[in-house]
């Protein structure tokens, strides 16, 4: 409301343009009502002129009517020309009534007095004439009706004198009013012109007024459209609409001005930091790499040397050659894939020495199958990415089952991925300690101690806290340690997931690696 009063000030031009139509209209209302004035007056003027001479045709019409049924009835007396006489007679008294009776120094009035009291007369000799008629005094109503001839003869001449007197004055005042007339339409005509071109010129200098700042702004606002913005907007004096305007496209290019050299230092200063970021994330990728592969247990590695302590004792040194020869490769490979880059065949060869180890240990109550799909040996993944998840799998999932649980390593083409899964008939998980590992995979994602993660992880597998020789300590770098290795070697979310029924109903786990990815790491 506030915004709508200021806008109706006297400075503005929606004031301006009201005030100059406002004065233009009642201008033309004053012309057009003062015209009608006298357009009405010269008409009522023009009536009077000739409604004397109307009089005196109807009052001459009227007599001769009178005369007419008279004479018809003396001569036949029939009663439709008495009827007609008595109308008409009515009728013409009815109209000398209206004609003046007073004596004054007016030839024209003394004529309609004349005329009046004549026709007075006239009435009352025709009245007697009918009567005479009427009692068929022959001789008498003859004498009458040539006084009544007479008489309308005169009436006649002094209404012809009358009507011609009253239609010379009358002529002349038509000619001073027809003067008058074209005096009056000349006159509104120039008015109107006046006005016309008043109101032109008034809208010439409004407009000009209006259009040359406005142009001048559209011209500033075309060069910062082409982006020149250093242009100088031209100062503006006014308090109106185009001031305000001016004023306002002014501080919004200051603030564009500003906004940019903002951006501008604000993009330096990001590409300076994100420079940083990213020689920083190489080398912690780098780091975190090694890091995460170096988590070996070293519990695994004492509880399997006493192991094999114990075959030696009980058995003969070829199978403990064997048994120190799996031990070596597996080491060995550990050793040897620091660098984050093997295959699923290498992969799978070192789960092998893995189950083999386990199977000494425990006398061979873990089944373990394998089913590879042919071509896929080569494939490159991460370097212990399926030890540490068959690790898990006994024991978490097969422990409390040994010789009676089993476990199966699949690798198949998924496209567009190559799927590897280790799948247990072990304890199960339930849905809430899946969503809980994946939720501490992904809030240790940024974390800078794979150790501890790994950890919290256990804490959260089915089987932890169990009292036996292989605690859960033992369990490797476990499931969040690979979910973290493979988000940094792939680049890319959920490339893990676990899959179980239920509490003993077993649990999958597979790992998808994107086809292609292979290729790209040979390139490497």
């Not at 009178?66 to 109308?87: K, P």
């Not at 339409?185 to 007024?209: D, G, K, P, Y």
């Not at 859960?472 to 179980?500: M, T």
């Amino acid at each position: 409301m506030k915004k709508n009063i200021k806008l109706i000030s006297k400075n503005s031009i929606q004031f301006r343009l009201f005030l100059v139509m406002a004065l233009m209209m009642g201008i033309m209302v004053f012309v057009n009502l003062f015209l009608y004035q006298q357009m009405s007056s010269m008409v009522q003027k023009v009536d009077t002129v000739y409604s004397s001479n109307v009089q005196l045709s109807d009052i001459s019409d009227t007599l001769k009517k009178v005369e007419d049924s008279l004479y018809e009835y003396l001569n036949t007396r029939s009663t439709v020309s008495l009827e007609n006489y008595y109308r008409y007679s009515q009728e013409y008294s009815d109209l000398v009534e209206r004609l003046n009776d007073r004596n004054v120094d007016n030839k024209a009035l003394m004529l309609e007095k004349n005329i009046r009291n004549m026709s007075l007369s006239y009435l009352k000799k025709t009245d007697e004439t009918i009567q005479a008629k009427r009692g068929r005094n022959v001789e008498s109503y003859r004498t009458l009706f040539d006084e009544d001839r007479e008489l309308y003869h005169f009436i006649n001449y002094y209404i012809y004198e009358l009507d011609s007197s009253q239609f010379d004055v009358n002529s002349e005042n038509y000619q001073t009013l027809l003067s008058t007339i074209q005096v009056l339409e000349w006159i509104s005509i120039l008015i109107i012109v006046l006005i016309f071109i008043m109101a032109l010129l008034t809208a010439m200098i409004l407009i000009r007024e209006m259009i040359h700042p406005l142009q001048t702004l559209a011209d500033t606002a075309t060069l910062v459209a082409n982006g020149n913005m250093d242009v100088e907007v031209p100062v503006s004096r006014r308090n109106d609409e185009i001031g305000i305007v001016t004023a306002a496209f002014s501080k919004m290019l200051e603030s564009i001005r500003a906004y940019i050299a903002a951006v501008k230092e604000g993009l330096a200063r990001q590409a300076a930091l994100k420079e940083h970021e990213l020689s920083m994330e190489a080398n912690l990728k780098e780091a975190q790499l090694k890091y995460l592969q170096a988590q070996i247990n070293p519990h695994f590695l004492f509880n399997s040397l006493n192991a094999g302590a114990q075959l030696a004792a009980m058995e003969d040194a070829e199978q403990t050659g064997i048994f120190l020869q799996r031990m070596s490769d597996f080491y060995r490979y550990n050793v040897k894939k620091t660098g984050g880059v093997s295959t699923i065949g290498e992969e799978t060869e070192a789960v092998d020495n893995y189950i083999y180890i386990l199977n000494v240990r425990f006398m061979g109550d873990i089944a373990y199958e394998k089913r590879i799909e042919p071509g896929l040996e080569n494939v490159q993944i991460p370097t212990l990415c399926l030890q540490p998840l068959v690790e898990n799998s006994v024991t978490h999932g097969i422990h409390d089952r040994m010789g009676r649980g089993k476990i199966t390593l699949t690798a198949e083409t998924a496209d567009p991925f190559i799927q590897i899964t280790v799948a247990d008939n072990g304890a199960g998980m339930t849905q809430s300690q899946i969503a809980e590992i994946m939720k501490v995979a992904a809030a240790d994602t940024n974390e800078s101690d794979p150790a501890s993660s790994s950890g919290m992880a256990d804490a959260f597998l089915p089987g932890a806290g169990q009292a036996d020789s292989l605690n859960r300590n033992s369990v490797g770098i476990g499931l969040v340690n690979v979910i973290r290795r493979l988000r940094l070697f792939y680049g890319q979310e959920d490339l893990l997931c676990i899959s179980s029924e239920g509490k003993g109903m077993g649990t999958e786990v597979s790992i998808l690696i994107p086809a292609g990815r292979e290729e790209n790491k040979e390139k490497e």
